[in-house]
């Protein structure tokens, strides 16, 4: 016998409740410090702030490093401690590598990868053509139209490391992603897809990293969601990880076939969700579990 979709809902919320889950847990006797500083080698972080105007389900917005342990928020503060910074030395090298028919490097065209700064602040964006872009496909144009070098999967190593290197360039700037104009209508579909319940356990990002974040879920707490941090390095995966790989995962985790990294939806899913940030200073790289 099928289950109706309201009934699926119901039990996957009471799940949810079953973990400690009770609602956000910005009331008395939360155990995480919202007021708690982040300084990056001596760079100080924006990790709260007042939620966008265009975001109604939130007053506040917070980095995902205030809902962390302080084994891994340490982790964070001191490059030399952070496993990501790794990849960005290798993303430093692949820069000045050269590759392709052309016989030229990313710094061929555009010098030393300082000049990459703000970049990964309004990431992604909708280009000359309407397209809305994420980070890799800019990397990818350079490559292929630029370099005559063949273009990288999105989860390949040399692509992951890469953003990294471009993102650390912005860190402390403020996310400022455009939500209006020629954006308008990709924000509008990634909203949609942040609320719409995916898989058999009838779950959206929402039911997460709106209504539950700061409560425990399992041994560790649930963020608001925000991308702030990414590329970032999870701890349980122990590598660097793309935005829309974990939103790949997440969707993943509803029992529900998932958008791959690259499409239409996970584009407009990553412009909704980097909106959500408005604001927040870009870490790049964090750690998280």
Same mark, same amino acid.
């Given at each position: 016998?099928?289950?109706?979709?309201?009934?699926?809902?119901?039990?996957?919320?009471?799940?949810?409740?079953?973990?400690?889950?009770?609602?956000?847990?910005?009331?008395?006797?939360?155990?995480?410090?919202?007021?708690?500083?982040?300084?990056?080698?001596?760079?100080?972080?924006?990790?709260?702030?007042?939620?966008?105007?265009?975001?109604?389900?939130?007053?506040?917005?917070?980095?995902?490093?205030?809902?962390?342990?302080?084994?891994?928020?340490?982790?964070?503060?001191?490059?030399?401690?952070?496993?990501?910074?790794?990849?960005?030395?290798?993303?430093?090298?692949?820069?000045?590598?050269?590759?392709?028919?052309? =016989?030229?490097?990313?710094? $061929? !065209?555009? &010098?030393?990868? @300082?000049?990459?700064? #703000?970049?990964?602040?309004?990431?992604?964006?909708?280009?000359?053509?309407?397209?809305?872009?994420?980070?890799?496909?800019?990397?990818?144009?350079?490559?292929?139209?630029?370099?005559?070098?063949?273009?990288?999967?999105?989860?390949?190593?040399?692509?992951?490391?890469?953003?990294?290197?471009?993102?650390?360039?912005?860190?402390?700037?403020?996310?400022?992603?455009?939500?209006?104009?020629?954006?308008?209508?990709?924000?509008?579909?990634?909203?949609?897809?942040?609320?719409?319940?995916? =898989?058999?356990?009838?779950? $959206? !990002?929402? &039911?997460?990293? @709106?209504?539950?974040? #700061?409560?425990?879920?399992?041994?560790?707490?649930?963020?608001?969601?925000?991308?702030?941090?990414?590329?970032?390095?999870?701890?349980?995966?122990?590598?660097?990880?793309?935005?829309?790989?974990?939103?790949?995962?997440?969707?993943?985790?509803?029992?529900?076939?998932?958008?791959?990294?690259?499409?239409?939806?996970?584009?407009?899913?990553?412009?909704?969700?980097?909106?959500?940030?408005?604001?927040?200073?870009?870490?790049?790289?964090?750690?998280?579990?």
């Amino acid at each position: 016998m099928k289950l109706r979709k309201t009934t699926v809902a119901a039990l996957a919320l009471a799940g949810l409740a079953g973990l400690g889950l009770a609602g956000p847990a910005s009331a008395a006797g939360q155990d995480w410090n919202p007021d708690a500083k982040l300084v990056i080698d001596g760079m100080a972080m924006t990790t709260k702030a007042p939620a966008p105007a265009n975001i109604p389900g939130l007053k506040t917005i917070y980095s995902g490093w205030l809902f962390r342990d302080p084994t891994t928020q340490t982790m964070e503060e001191d490059d030399f401690s952070n496993p990501g910074m790794t990849a960005v030395d290798e993303g430093d090298k692949l820069w000045n590598t050269v590759d392709g028919t052309a =016989g030229k490097s990313c710094a $061929s !065209c555009h &010098n030393g990868i @300082e000049s990459m700064k #703000g970049v990964r602040a309004t990431m992604p964006k909708v280009n000359k053509a309407g397209q809305l872009w994420s980070m890799e496909d800019y990397i990818n144009d350079c490559r292929t139209n630029r370099m005559g070098a063949k273009a990288w999967g999105w989860k390949d190593n040399k692509m992951v490391v890469m953003t990294a290197a471009i993102s650390v360039q912005s860190r402390g700037m403020p996310v400022n992603v455009k939500t209006d104009g020629a954006a308008k209508p990709f924000w509008e579909e990634g909203e949609k897809l942040y609320y719409t319940r995916f =898989g058999s356990l009838q779950l $959206s !990002c929402a &039911n997460c990293h @709106e209504d539950h974040f #700061g409560d425990h879920i399992r041994g560790d707490h649930l963020s608001q969601g925000q991308i702030n941090g990414f590329p970032t390095y999870r701890l349980s995966a122990a590598r660097l990880v793309s935005t829309q790989e974990r939103f790949y995962g997440c969707i993943r985790d509803t029992r529900a076939e998932s958008f791959q990294p690259g499409s239409p939806e996970l584009h407009a899913l990553e412009l909704y969700v980097a909106s959500r940030g408005n604001g927040l200073s870009v870490e790049g790289v964090a750690v998280r579990p």
